[in-house]
C-alpha cells in the first residue's frame, strides 16, 4: 500500500515536472537563467532552453539586448571621456596632491604696523595730552579775561576814537543845539517836498492848483 | 583561467605591489617618488573609474571632479589600506560613495534650483563632431536615443539594484567582487542582479518592441 503511493506520488512529481520544462520560460525565468550565468561565469545547462528553440531565441534576444547596453554605455562613456580629457584629469589629481602635501604658506603680516604702533603711541599720547591741556588753559584764560573785561580800565586809544564820534556839546551853555549834519536833512527834506508840493512849469501851475491832491482827499 | 583573468591577476598584483610601495614612501617622506609610484595606479584605473562615475552621475563636469577627488582621498589615506583586499576594490568603493554623495548633494540642489531646459551637461555640440568614418547621423541619433532611455530606466532602479547591475554587468566584477565593493552577500548581489535586469526590461520592453518595429521596416523598405 504504502508502496503504491509512493511510486503514485513519484509520477506526480514527474509528470509536474515535465509540464513545468515543458512550458516556456517567461521573462523572470530567463532573467535567472541569465543572472546564475552572469554572476557564475560558467554556462551551466538549462533542461528546457536546450529542448525548446523559441525560449532558446528569446533567451540570445535578452542576451544580445544586455550586450548592447554593455556595449553602448561604454562606449557613451569613452566618447565623454577622451584621451586629452584623461589626461588633463591626470594632470589636475597630481596638480592637487602636490598642494596638498605643500606646507601651508604663512602670510607675512605688514612688518612696519607693529613697531609703528608701538615706537608712536607714547609721542602720540604726549601730543594728545599736551594739547588738551594747552586748550584748557587757553578756554580758562579767556574765561578769565571776559570776566575781568569791566573792571579794567579803558586804553587811551579807544578812548580817543570815542570822542572823534560823539557830538561835542557844551553841557555848561544849556543851549540844545543840534548837530550840522541834522540840520541840512531838515532843508533838503523841506526843499524836496516844496518841490514836489508845486508844479515845477509855470504854465501847469494853473491846471496844479485845480487837481485835488491824495491828503486833501484823506482829510 | 582565461588570459582576461590572468591579466586580471597579475593587474591586481601589480596594483597591491604599487599601493604598498606608495604607502612605505609615503612613510619615510619620499612624497615626490610616493607620487610618481601611485601615477602608475592612476594611469591603470583612471579610465575605468571615469566610466564608473560617469554612470553614475551622467555628468561629465561631475564625474571628472569626482574620480579626481576619489584619487586624492584614496592616495591620502593609503596608510589606511589593507594589502589582503585589492586596491582596485578599495579605490572603487572610494569612488562609489564619493559619487553617491554627490548624487545626494545634487539632489538636495535639484530641490530648490529649476533645472535648465538644456541637454545633458557635457555634452557636445552637434557642429564639434566631425564627419568621416563616423556612423550616419539617423545612427548616431538613434544610439543617443537609446542611451538616454537606458539611463533613465537605469536612473529609475533602486540604489542597490543600480549598483549592482552597473558592476557586474558594465564593468564584468563578479559577484564575489560586488560583494566586496557594496557590502552585500553574495545571493543578495544575484537577487538584486536578477531583479534590476527584471525591471529594465519591463521598463524598455514595449520602447525596445518599437525600436524593432522599425528596424524591421528599415530592413524591408
Known amino acids: ?219 | 583561467m582565461t588570459g582576461a583573468q590572468a591579466a586580471g591577476f597579475t593587474g591586481r598584483e601589480a596594483d597591491s605591489g604599487a599601493a604598498s610601495a606608495v604607502k612605505a614612501l609615503q612613510a619615510e617622506g619620499r612624497h615626490a617618488e610616493a607620487r610618481e609610484r601611485y601615477a602608475e595606479l592612476v594611469g591603470r584605473h583612471q579610465r575605468r573609474a571615469s566610466r564608473i562615475a560617469f554612470h553614475y552621475m551622467r555628468d561629465v563636469a561631475e564625474a571628472d571632479e569626482a574620480v579626481q577627488d576619489a584619487f586624492v582621498k584614496a592616495y591620502s589615506h593609503l596608510s589606511s589600506f589593507r594589502e589582503e583586499l585589492p586596491f582596485e576594490v578599495w579605490f572603487t568603493r572610494i569612488l562609489i560613495n564619493g559619487c553617491l554623495d554627490r548624487i545626494k548633494a545634487r539632489t538636495r540642489r535639484e530641490r530648490w534650483i529649476a533645472p535648465m531646459p538644456d541637454g545633458p551637461a557635457g555634452e557636445r555640440d552637434f557642429g564639434e563632431r566631425v564627419a568621416g568614418n563616423d556612423p550616419s547621423p539617423e545612427d548616431q541619433l538613434l544610439a543617443r536615443e537609446r542611451r538616454e532611455r537606458l539611463a533613465q530606466a537605469l536612473a529609475k532602479l533602486p540604489e542597490r539594484q543600480r549598483s549592482v547591475f552597473m558592476l557586474s554587468h558594465y564593468e564584468g566584477c563578479t559577484s564575489r567582487e560586488v560583494s566586496a565593493l557594496t557590502g552585500l552577500n553574495e545571493s543578495t548581489v544575484r537577487v538584486h542582479l536578477f531583479r534590476a535586469i527584471r525591471k529594465l526590461r519591463a521598463l524598455l520592453g514595449d520602447a525596445n518592441a518599437g525600436e524593432a518595429k522599425v528596424e524591421r521596416r528599415r530592413v524591408h523598405s
Open chain 1, 1 to 219: 500500500m504504502r508502496t503504491r503511493v509512493k511510486r503514485k506520488w513519484r509520477d506526480v512529481v514527474s509528470i509536474l515536472n515535465r509540464l513545468r520544462l515543458s512550458a516556456h520560460l517567461d521573462d523572470a525565468g530567463l532573467a535567472a537563467v541569465w543572472t546564475d550565468e552572469a554572476t557564475s561565469g560558467v554556462r551551466q545547462p538549462h533542461p528546457h532552453l536546450e529542448s525548446c528553440p523559441t525560449c532558446r531565441a528569446r533567451f540570445a534576444e535578452l542576451s544580445a539586448w544586455l550586450q548592447n547596453a554593455r556595449v553602448d554605455a561604454t562606449a557613451e562613456a569613452d566618447e565623454y571621456f577622451s584621451a586629452e580629457r584623461l589626461s588633463a584629469q591626470h594632470a589636475s589629481i597630481f596638480r592637487r596632491l602636490e598642494a596638498a602635501e605643500r606646507p601651508a604658506r604663512v602670510i607675512a603680516f605688514p612688518r612696519f604696523a607693529q613697531p609703528l604702533t608701538s615706537r608712536t603711541s607714547h609721542a602720540s599720547r604726549w601730543i594728545a595730552a599736551a594739547a588738551a591741556a594747552g586748550l584748557i588753559v587757553g578756554v580758562g584764560v579767556g574765561q578769565l579775561m571776559d570776566l575781568r573785561h569791566p573792571f579794567t580800565p579803558q586804553s587811551p586809544r579807544t578812548t580817543a576814537q570815542a570822542r572823534m564820534n560823539t557830538p561835542t556839546v557844551p553841557i555848561s551853555s544849556g543851549i540844545q543845539l543840534t548837530p550840522i549834519a541834522d540840520t541840512r536833512d531838515e532843508a533838503f527834506l523841506s526843499e524836496l517836498d516844496a518841490s514836489l508840493s508845486r508844479a515845477a512849469v509855470p504854465e501847469l501851475r494853473a491846471l496844479d492848483e485845480l487837481t485835488p491832491r491824495a491828503g486833501d482827499r484823506s482829510r
